[in-house]
């Protein structure tokens, strides 16, 4: 049986089913934008605590909180993708799906910075505050941003490099008339 919940009691078996609807229900980036604030909050309130520990056991006792700071650890996983190393794509084979693929993003290049600004840096921020080890997804994350930024900044000039030749061709066609 795989049954994981047969040995809990049920009040156990409550408390559990409470967690879980909060971990699913945690990735709705709307209520995402109303916890952040929350979430900051809770951060800069960990950084008063001498010690972890004496946190940790602080937080175990605030239900709210840790709640909080569950979702935003739910958040967090699900946002993590943005976090790997930009090459990693092409390492494992697996051929994205075209809203994904890097290769046909032109369209898509100022969206990913702007949902990178937006919705992912926070969490990764203040989460990199919360705890060291996270720094490194943050460091991920931010040269991800500069990649995409990189890539939708030379779009861009051709782009308008495009234009310009184009009202060039236009004007040549029409002094000839």
């Known amino acids: 049986s795989l049954n994981i ?3 809990l009691n049920r009040r156990q078996h409550e ?3 409470h967690l879980m609807e909060i971990a699913i229900i945690a990735i709705d980036l709307a209520l995402y934008f109303k916890k952040r604030i929350i979430f900051q909050k809770i951060v800069d309130e960990s950084k008063t605590y001498d010690s ?6 602080y937080l175990c006792l605030e239900m709210t909180k840790k709640e909080v700071v569950m979702a935003m ?7 993590s993708a943005i976090t790997k190393p930009w090459e990693i794509q092409s390492k494992t084979h697996v051929i994205p799906q075209p809203m994904m693929d890097r290769r046909k993003a032109a369209e898509l290049l100022k969206l990913q910075v702007g949902f990178i600004d937006f919705v992912c840096t926070f969490v990764y921020k203040e989460f990199s505050r919360f705890h060291k080890e996270i720094q490194p997804m943050l460091d991920g994350l931010l ?3 500069n990649e995409w930024k ?3 900044d ?3 000039a051709k782009t308008k490099a495009l234009e310009e030749e ?3 061709e236009e004007e040549k066609m029409a002094a000839k008339k």
């Open 5 to 7: 919940c047969q040995n």
């Open 15 to 17: 408390h559990m089913i």
């Open 52 to 57: 972890t520990t004496a946190w940790t056991e």
């Open 73 to 79: 650890m739910m958040t967090a996983c699900d946002l």
């Open 143 to 145: 040269n991800n941003r």
């Open 150 to 152: 990189t890539r939708a």
């Open 154 to 156: 030379e779009y861009d």
């Open 166 to 168: 184009k009202k060039k």
